[in-house]
């Protein structure tokens, strides 16, 4: 099939269809390096800018980050603590960049933050060269826009969670498979293997979701024999386990009593980790060791599941702005391409990008687990290659009426949802909405116009795509121009309704201001943080006036008793704590002489005083504050070993694994004092009875 003979804009017209391999990709116009250029480095801009703005961002990710630049065994464990006393509830991979980058120029928020940016900038280079080999410049262009203005790539890109490590592992990974299919070389093919074993060592198996889709269109479309085609999975299968496998070996051969203690397991055991708490239990919500059940008979403690998920509440708003265009796109282009020979690099790149972005989509809507609004990062890049490199060839064909009719419902559509999604963020610019809908309807009405000259149809391009990107644009300058902090962060600005998180705007250095990320509006359900309250809970955002109702707790308090990182003190599972300066400095007094300054549980309310130190504390029970690390008995032996000097009260969860009985034994035989408004025992002090 050809290209209509209607005028196209230079650059914007699809790749001719191919049988076999495509050509080495070259320049064709004078401007599109330049526009390459400029797209990349505005894509770095908007993700550098303000960047230190969320200070540690993730204290948990980051104290870690510490301990791997103090301890080479932390290092490669990804231990919480340079003492090595347990692991983050994750595989190191993520942290070995970060913590790299901070051995080189000294740990900082910077440091931590802007790998991954500079990841974000790559995993935009690489959709942009790998959709303008086949589809060409404007797809490329299109396709880079999109990426680069979803509002939860603008987030994860300038936060230190693993997923933005993953994201770009896995498009790699995809691109890699695109060039095997396209020279039928091995190598290649392994090169995606190992890309993906990588993608295991940053988040378990999240990564593999992505092998089905390679493997099949690997099958489906490579130019070598039948026979030779399942060789080749073989051996890149072998390559995921081999690149994979050798760090997990490591672990599970070395003795117990020779590495820290697995964190996110209940028996000390990566595997146990991986098919457990990380991998089976996310889909069947049996997470044992978790904060609560998942979402089963269509919900739960981690929302809603089903079909529609990704489009409701706060999620709605990280990355399903265009959902509904790629997929309503990508059915009219390969309709436009059905007669195209079998291998025709355009249906190979369309089918892999939609099988990733499906796949993906259905496993995040039905798993009844932990699910974080966050997550959905993992769709923004085959989201972009889809949309930009079927917008290109449904548009090329404009001469077609059925063709144009589609064009104009697809602009409605997404003007449509822009305004349900724009409606859920209350007071803010509400406008907004109003001006998307506007420019669509423009749009749409130009579109069914028959092209009949240049002008027409750069001007029906430019509304169409400025309708489009619009509101999630405005999403993304507004993340990028605040501060985020916690475990648990959203993009854009609180949402009605939202289910919220444990995550909030970052002060200065990184210290929680305590309140949830909903702007001035003081809309309810604050995206992100404390406004939203813990997932079943309730409450309002940091500028509604009452504080959320945790489960199982009292008005602003966390489970348990404990109060919640809010305002500073000890923190809890939603932040890091807050340290005075007093207590900073009894902490650091003769830090040298023990191998924890002090213990706490949790290793949010233990990363706190870690990084305000620069020494180890000890995270009793790891993230969720229920691993059963260390045991009472191990806990007494190094306190008469003269290993900790102070336990501080009060973090966490203080859920199972025997924490409650440490904090109970703590309390019984050492004398407690009030050191900055946070309760501390010296554990150096002789215990009392015995």
């Known amino acids: 099939m050809t290209t209509a003979s209607f005028p196209v804009p230079a650059g914007f017209a699809p790749a001719p269809p191919a049988a076999d391999a495509l050509p080495a990709a070259r320049i064709r116009s004078r401007w599109e390096a330049p526009a390459y250029a400029g797209a990349l480095l505005l894509t770095g801009i908007l993700y550098v800018w303000n960047l230190a703005a969320s200070g540690w961002a993730n204290a948990f990710y980051s104290a870690a980050v510490q301990a791997g630049t103090q301890n080479w065994v932390a290092f490669f464990y990804g231990s919480s603590d340079a003492g090595n006393s347990i692991t983050v509830d994750k595989p190191p991979a993520s942290l070995w960049v970060m913590e790299l980058s901070a051995r080189v120029f000294g740990l900082s928020s910077w440091s931590i933050l802007l790998p991954q940016a500079l990841m974000g900038v790559a995993t935009a280079a690489i959709i942009l060269f790998t959709v303008r080999k086949r589809f060409g410049a404007g797809a490329a262009l299109l396709s880079t826009g999109v990426f680069a203005l979803t509002p939860v790539a603008a987030l994860m890109f300038r936060f230190n969670n693993p997923d933005a490590l993953l994201l770009l592992l896995l498009t790699a990974s995809v691109a890699l498979t695109l060039r095997a299919i396209d020279g039928g070389r091995l190598r290649w093919l392994l090169l995606a293997g190992v890309a993906v074993g990588f993608g295991f ?179 923004a890049a085959p989201l972009a290659g889809l949309l930009g490199a079927s917008a290109v060839v449904v548009f090329a064909h404009r001469d077609r009426l059925w063709i144009r009719i589609l064009l104009a419902a697809t602009a409605l559509i997404t003007a449509g949802w822009a305004w349900v999604l724009l409606e859920r963020s209350g007071s803010w610019m509400p406008w907004m909405k109003v001006v998307v809908l506007v420019v669509s309807v423009v749009g749409a009405a130009l579109v069914l116009l028959p092209p009949r000259s240049r002008v027409l149809t750069a001007s029906a391009a430019a509304a169409l795509i400025i309708g489009g990107l619009l509101a999630p644009a405005a999403y993304t300058l507004q993340t990028v121009g605040t501060g985020h902090s916690g475990s648990i962060v959203t993009a854009g600005p609180s949402v009605q309704g939202g289910m919220g998180g444990f995550g909030g705007q970052g002060g200065p250095g990184g210290m929680p ?43 602003g308090a966390m489970p348990g008793g404990f109060e919640g990182g809010r305002g500073g003190g000890a923190g809890g599972l939603l932040e890091a704590s807050t340290v005075d300066p007093e207590l900073q400095a009894l902490l650091e007094k003769d830090a040298s002489q023990y191998t924890w300054v002090a213990a706490t549980i949790g290793s949010q309310s233990a990363a706190g005083y870690q990084l305000a130190t620069g020494d180890a504390v000890m995270p009793i029970g790891g993230f969720n504050g229920s691993d059963p690390s260390p045991t009472l008995a191990q806990f007494q032996q190094y306190v008469d070993d003269g290993r900790i000097h102070f336990f501080i009260a009060g973090g966490g969860m203080g859920m199972g694994g025997g924490n409650s009985e440490i904090q109970s034994w703590v309390e019984a035989n050492f004398t407690a004092q009030t050191v900055g408004g946070v309760t501390v025992y010296d554990l150096t002090k002789a215990p009392s009875g015995r």
């Open 513 to 555: 201001n305590g309140g949830g990320q909903g702007g001035s509006d003081g809309t309810q359900g604050g995206a992100g943080g404390f406004g939203g309250g813990f997932p079943g809970g309730s409450g309002t955002g940091q500028n509604g006036g009452t504080p959320p109702t945790m489960p199982g707790g009292s008005e």
């Open 201 to 379: 060592l940053t988040k378990q198996l999240q990564a593999f979701l992505v092998l089905p889709v390679l493997a099949g269109v690997y099958f489906a479309f490579a130019g070598v024999p039948l026979l030779k085609r399942l060789w080749h999975l073989l051996a890149a299968l072998g390559a995921v386990i081999v690149s994979a496998g050798w760090w997990v070996a490591v672990v599970e051969l070395v003795p117990a009593s020779a590495r820290p203690y697995i964190g996110g397991s209940q028996s000390n055991s990566f595997l146990e980790l991986t098919f457990g708490y990380n991998g089976l239990g996310r889909i069947t919500g049996n997470e044992v060791g978790s904060v609560g059940g998942g979402g089963r008979a269509g919900g739960g403690m981690w929302g809603e599941t089903g079909l529609f998920r990704l489009f409701l509440n706060e999620i709605g708003g990280q990355i399903s702005w265009l959902i509904p265009a790629a997929l309503i796109l990508f059915a009219g282009a390969m309709v436009l391409i059905g007669r195209a020979p079998r291998r025709d690099p355009r249906r190979i790149l369309l089918v892999a990008f939609a099988g990733w972005l499906i796949v993906t989509m259905l496993a995040f809507s039905f798993m009844a687990g932990i699910f974080h609004a966050y997550y959905t990062v993992a769709l």
